[in-house]
């Protein structure tokens, strides 16, 4: 069974810093656009950042979130992450670890083209 499993979630005061983790199992995600979407209570689904298979050369960021997010993954691991800084309340929401199996380079930014999920870890940012 295919498994992505998000964790370091948790609650921060504004002006602070999460680094959030994604396992994967079941298969290896090493050729396969990774990324992470967010969604608050009454709102859609939104982009946050993606990756390719050529790491770092290969990433997208929400513009509202450019500068303070900062996507990286290690294939050798099976894994990716989102190091968060500057963290504000309107950054409050469940984060979901997300894998696009059919892309390799250039990552989509919508949730359609992602075929796998992980369960979500919360995000909470007091003011």
């Known amino acids: 069974q295919v498994q992505l499993v998000e964790s370091g979630g948790g609650l921060v005061q504004t002006g602070g810093s999460l680094r959030l983790s994604c396992a994967a199992s079941?298969?290896?995600?090493?050729?396969?656009?990774m990324g992470w979407f967010r969604q608050a209570p009454g709102k859609e689904r939104e982009f946050v950042a993606a990756i390719g298979s050529s790491g770092s050369s290969s990433t997208r960021v929400s513009d509202s979130m450019k500068g303070r997010f900062t996507i990286s993954r290690d294939n050798a691991k099976n894994a990716v992450y989102l190091q968060m800084n500057s963290l504000t309340p309107e950054d409050t929401a469940v984060y979901y670890c997300?894998?696009?199996?059919?892309?390799?380079?250039?990552?989509?930014?919508?949730?359609?083209?992602?075929?796998?999920w992980g369960q979500g870890t919360q995000v909470t940012v007091s003011s």
């Open positions: 079941g298969r290896t995600f090493s050729t396969a656009v």
């Open positions: 997300a894998a696009d199996a059919t892309r390799t380079i250039v990552p989509s930014t919508r949730p359609y083209n992602y075929g796998y």
